[in-house]
């Protein structure tokens, strides 16, 4: 059964810090691994998509890595601002054609001004 | 995102009534999920469908059941509401490459 871990589940900086959030798996058969962003009381956005051949995307501030062999992912938040305050939630899509999502159970990211 | 409406956003419910959540897309996917999202466990995959009138069991699915009478509607049923299905319930569709979220229906069961 796949797994997918994130921590810490909270995290607090100040506004301008680069920051790495980390989230493991434990089964590398995966399709894909996704990013995503939930605001309070919203949906998931998602932020960035890493397909298993893939290394690391990038969009803007953010860039994600994927690590299968070892499995972990990163996703680096560049000059971190009070608008990305939200939590992040990691991904990954399972093999088996089910087009699955299994998810970590979050980060609370809070940047102070 | 305006192409997954669920409804109702809030509702409060007694416990042992029968309640059902509506996901409506306009996207025309043919997989749609519903997930369960609660403090100190993320989200969690109830049912999904991968076409009309097919579904099958998340890791959640005890005391939901669903239908996918057209491509479009994908509706949650708790046959007897208890106050452990208290949460809230997003509906997605697409792939896995490419999910689009609802908003969520925030379910309190009292």
């Known amino acids: 059964k796949q797994e997918v871990t994130q921590i810490p589940a909270a995290l607090s900086v100040p506004e301008g810090e680069n920051l790495v959030l980390n989230c493991s798996f434990t089964?590398?058969?995966?399709?894909?691994l996704q990013w995503f962003r939930q605001d309070p009381g919203k949906g998931l956005t998602s932020l960035l998509l890493?397909?298993?051949?893939?290394r690391e995307q990038t969009s803007g501030r953010l860039n994600a890595s994927l690590d299968k062999s070892s499995g972990r992912s990163t996703l680096y938040i560049a000059a971190s601002q009070p608008g990305d305050s939200a939590t992040y939630l990691c991904?990954?899509?399972?093999?088996?054609?089910?087009?699955?999502?299994?998810f970590g159970k979050g980060m609370k990211l809070t940047v102070n001004p | 995102d305006a192409g997954i409406t669920q409804s109702p956003r809030h509702k409060v419910t007694e416990t042992g009534t029968p309640v059902t959540l509506r996901c409506h897309q306009t996207?025309?996917?043919?997989?749609m999920y519903w997930y369960r999202q609660d403090p100190g466990h993320g989200l969690r995959l109830i049912h999904y469908?991968?076409?009309?009138?097919?579904?099958d069991k998340g890791e959640v699915s005890d005391g939901y059941s669903v239908s996918r009478s057209k491509t479009e509607d994908f509706l949650l049923t708790l046959e007897s509401a208890t106050s452990s299905q208290t949460s809230v319930y997003f509906c997605?569709?697409?792939?896995?490459?490419?999910?689009?979220f609802g908003s969520g229906t925030r379910l309190t069961v009292v």
């Open positions: 991904a990954v899509g399972v093999q088996g054609g089910s087009e699955k999502l299994v």
């Open positions: 089964d590398s058969a995966i399709y894909n």
């Open positions: 890493i397909q298993s051949s893939q």
């Open positions: 996207e025309n996917h043919r997989y």
């Open positions: 469908s991968y076409g009309v009138k097919d579904t």
């Open positions: 997605a569709a697409g792939v896995n490459y490419g999910y689009t």
